[in-house]
């Protein structure tokens, strides 16, 4: 499975982005694709999750109510809509997958950056 995350970029508090993560190398029937992030200094979080199959959507409390993940079957594709965004969604955004399966995220892309002005 290969995965390419893009979509980062700067933007003021209060704004929105969506980021994108492609998605190529296998069938995805059986994966749950997930988006994590990471600051500097600080270790990577879990920032959201979705099962390919059914769409079942999973939340870190902070992002809860202002972003949104979402798979396209067309395009293989996961995005991940961010609005209200804070100074603290400040990171370096990351797409991962892993088998239903398995209990470690074991694909993982190149990171995109977001910055949130305040």
């Known amino acids: 499975v290969q995965l390419q995350a893009s979509g980062g970029g700067l933007v003021q508090t209060g704004g929105s982005l969506r980021l994108s993560c492609a998605v190529s190398?296998?069938?995805?029937?059986?994966?749950?694709m997930g988006w994590f992030r990471q600051a500097p200094g600080k270790a990577r979080e879990f920032v959201a999750a979705i099962i390919w199959s059914d769409g079942r959507t999973y939340y870190a409390d902070s992002v809860k109510g202002r972003f949104t993940i979402s798979r396209d079957n067309a395009k293989n594709t996961v995005p991940l809509q961010m609005s209200s965004l804070k100074p603290e969604d400040t990171s370096v955004y990351y797409c991962?997958?892993?088998?239903?399966?398995?209990?470690?995220?074991?694909?993982w892309g190149q990171g995109t950056q977001v910055t949130v002005s305040s």
């Open positions: 991962a997958a892993r088998s239903t399966a398995a209990s470690d995220w074991h694909y």
């Open positions: 190398g296998s069938t995805f029937s059986s994966y749950i």
